[in-house]
């Protein structure tokens, strides 16, 4: 059974950074494909983030060169630091995990970038 909780979200100006950490269960680091979503207010959610299995990244175009996810699995986390903040980003922030078909999923964290 796969377990996503979500931290670290929260209020920030525009230029701030903040980490969102993913603490997970019955995840396997190496071997699924871990990321990160957001859902803005009024759009779809997209994906922002994630590391497959032999370790190659995906970033979405509009965050490349501000947000970077890593992995620690000896603490059994994914994280999400994200730089450079804008009011775009403004989005409720989900932990995602990919194997073969399964999809799993957090609660998600809401974070605001202010202007």
């Known amino acids: 059974q796969v377990q996503l909780v979500e931290s670290g979200g929260g209020l920030v100006h525009a230029g701030g950074s903040v980490r969102l950490s993913c603490a997970t269960s019955g995840v396997r680091f190496g071997l699924d494909a871990l990321g990160w979503y957001r859902h803005p207010p009024g759009q779809q959610r997209e994906l922002v983030a994630q590391v497959t299995s032999t370790g190659s990244t995906y970033y979405a175009e509009s965050v490349k060169g501000r947000f970077t996810i890593s992995t620690e699995s000896a603490k059994n986390t994914v994280y999400l630091q994200m730089d450079s903040l804008k009011p775009d980003d403004t989005a409720t922030y989900y932990c995602?995990?990919?194997?073969?078909?399964?999809?799993?999923w957090g609660r998600g964290t809401q974070v605001t970038v202010s202007s």
């Open positions: 995602n995990v990919r194997r073969g078909i399964n999809v799993y």
